[in-house]
């Protein structure tokens, strides 16, 4: 007789969450969704000032708050940061690595400054890898939890500028699925959440955009951050998802067919099915 093991659900409970972030933008938006839906929220940013401002607007839904500065690209501040956090509310069933920045030019490479290229990915891998490092070990002991990489179609879509911040993203990506890979039979469920493009400070500094009116509404990216949240994706774990063009249902409706076709991860194309290296 054989048998088959089915890899552990991570619990949904208890209703933590930790957004790095969370001060501005769509982080901002996130940790504000995630506490009127009920859950208590670790708010970790660089400065002090608008997290306060965050946790205010958290409160007044009723839930329990945690403000913590640092810079996450430093290991002692992301620890720190995880600690303070589960300190004051308990390990986070949630980790959401919102935290990232962009180029200051939208140049090709050869006309950029290489430090500022490497300023961008250094911060948007760099960060999300040591929080997650950091939140890790009370997930699995809990037997189990969720992580959410808020990344871009710049992970595998071709740009004529904002090298570092494609290679970032491409890089998150693959850390998203090394993650599913890795820890998905010890109950880690991992997901890349692009938002789409919504108004931020972020997109406003960015020329591409200066004529866009079309722009994706942060309810859109919350209701995928809570569907996956409350486990009602994990079979999407390890894949890519965009808000504004994918809802939680057609996610829902299409997941089995995603599955099937190993959809939506980053991946060498093959040329064809003699290709030796695919």
Known sequence: MTTTTVPATPPVEPRIALVTGAGRGIGRDLALGLAAAGYAVGLVARSRGPLDEVAGRCADAGVRTAVVTGDLAVPDDARRAVDQVEDALGAPSLLVNNAGVIEQREVPFGEDDPEDVWRVIETNVRNPLLVTHAALPGMLARGGGRVV????????RLAPAYTGYGISKGALARFTALLDH?????????LDLAPGTVATDMTASMPVHDDRTDWTAPADVVALLLAFAEGRLDELSGRFVRAGTDTVESLLAAADDVVASDGRVLRLAPYGPGDPVA
């Open 149 to 156: 990489n808020v990344n871009s179609g710049s992970a595998h």
């Open 182 to 190: 890795q820890y998905r039979a010890a109950g880690l469920r991992v």
